[in-house]
């Protein structure tokens, strides 16, 4: 069952296209990777599907829900990890996946950090799916690339999020520590009954075959390739490399 589905998103900037016309779908539990060299549109495309930038056209659709017309805890229904993994350097692990729960609290407890219970059972739970429990308390500065990514991962977990959005997240890490990442948001993927969705970014094609169930490939904005990742052979990746290089 389709849980995203992008139809006709268009983006330009300065005149430029930076994404022309492109349309896919994402069911529940489904991994999708998308593929494209630099400059083909993948963080334009992520940026204006977390709802960071507005498409000029189309739309992007949760559950047939416009993702452009989410507010406060609606918009929580779509996580984003980031190639940086963008966490507050001098706070805790857990103060870090807490601030996954915001959408969730009245606004003044969130200022004063003052969760429930519940929040707190639930980041620790999350911190302790991604293996990092023991590292509740440690400053997030103070911990490994690939230990951050997990805390990041966790703060998305911890939104109870329908999708999750990852830029390039492995960008950043060593290919051993980059192929845990990637297990692990498979995992997440593809666990459970209800299971989320994980829309992800990648330069590493065996990566996305690996681990990913779908491919689909950006170039010059454009969606050239949407196959299943078993059928994403190497003549399908020339093709998606070697056209952006030519453009
Ligand atoms: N804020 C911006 N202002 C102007 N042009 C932009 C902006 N962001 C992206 N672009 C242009 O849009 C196109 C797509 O860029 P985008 O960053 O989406 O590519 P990408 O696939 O994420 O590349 P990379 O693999 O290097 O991250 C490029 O031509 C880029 O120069
Ligand atoms: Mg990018």
Redesign the pocket.
């Known amino acids: 069952m389709t849980l995203f589905e992008v139809r006709g998103a268009r983006k330009s900037?300065?005149g430029?296209l930076?994404l022309d016309d492109a349309s896919f779908r994402v069911a529940r539990g489904e991994m999708l990777a998308v593929l494209?060299a630099?400059?083909?549109?993948?963080?334009?495309l992520f940026r204006c599907l977390s709802g960071l930038a507005s498409l000029d056209q189309g739309t992007a659709l949760l559950h047939g829900d416009d993702v452009a017309r989410l507010r406060g805890r609606q918009r929580r229904r779509i996580a984003v990890v980031f190639q940086q993994f963008n966490l507050v350097s001098r706070l805790s692990a857990l103060d870090n996946v807490l601030a996954g729960r915001l959408g969730h609290v009245p606004a003044w407890r969130g200022w004063l950090r003052r969760f429930g219970r519940a929040d707190m059972q639930l980041a620790l739970e999350c911190l302790e799916r991604v293996g990092l429990l023991a590292y509740a308390n440690q400053r997030a500065d103070a911990l490994s690339g690939g230990q951050q990514q997990r805390v990041a991962i966790a703060r998305a977990l911890a939104q109870q999020p329908d999708l999750i959005i990852a830029d390039?997240p492995v960008a950043s890490l060593d290919p051993h520590t980059g192929a845990g990442i990637m297990a692990l948001l498979s995992d997440i993927c593809h666990e459970g009954e209800g299971g989320i969705a994980v829309i992800c970014s990648l330069?590493q094609p065996e990566l996305a075959r690996r681990f990913a169930d779908r491919v689909v490939g950006?170039s010059g904005g454009r969606i050239v390739l949407d196959v299943a990742a078993g059928d994403c052979g190497d003549d399908a990746l020339r093709q998606l490399y070697g056209g952006a290089i030519a453009a």
């Open positions: 900037y300065d430029k930076a494209g630099s400059g083909a549109g993948k963080t334009t390039e330069h950006l």
